[in-house]
């Protein structure tokens, strides 16, 4: 897929697959050990943004556009709970949940029209919306991934 000459919806999609790439990416060339390291005050880890981003994945496509509910699909109430890691949290299994998460999110979006509106606290948001915000979140995200990465990769 050619995003630089492809139609609206095309261009989406890919503009958001390729920041999905960036935040698989984090957990990229560090080890599981590393991928829990806490260099900032807050619990943003490298491991921790990619579940906080199946998190995201979950909010805004399976359930806001799908309209399954947040407990029916395990997700805290609070953002900020979205970044806690459990024992069991690899950097393969964290990874694959992932992954698979924007699989999911790409089958509900193919069901629907860039115009259609869904329910948000602020108002209704048009699917056209929630891939702009997406894209803007997880580029956000993967750029603090790099740096953590970057910090990691520099303590070997």
């Not at 139609?7 to 829990?36: F, H, K, P, V, Y």
């Not at 259609?116 to 991934?145: D, K, S």
Request: aromatic share 6%; glycine share 6%; proline share 4%.
């Amino acid at each position: 897929m050619d995003v630089h000459t492809a139609d609206e919806r095309t261009l989406l999609m890919g503009m958001l697959d390729i920041q999905r790439a960036q935040i698989a990416g984090i957990l990229d060339n560090i080890d599981d050990a590393e991928s829990r390291l806490r260099l900032v005050p807050s619990r943003t880890t490298p491991l921790s943004l990619v579940k906080h981003a199946i998190f995201v994945e979950k909010v805004w496509f399976h359930s806001r556009v799908a309209g399954v509910s947040r407990t029916s699909l395990g997700l805290p109430d609070a953002v900020d709970d979205s970044f806690i890691l459990e024992p069991a949290d690899t950097i393969d299994t964290v990874r694959q949940a992932f992954l698979d998460a924007c699989e999911h999110s790409r089958q509900v979006a193919a069901a629907h029209d860039l115009d259609e509106q869904f329910p948000w606290h602020q108002g209704p948001v048009t699917l056209r919306f929630i891939y702009g915000h997406m894209i803007a979140e997880f580029a956000r995200h993967a750029g603090h991934g790099d740096i953590l990465v970057e910090q990691i990769l520099a303590r070997r």
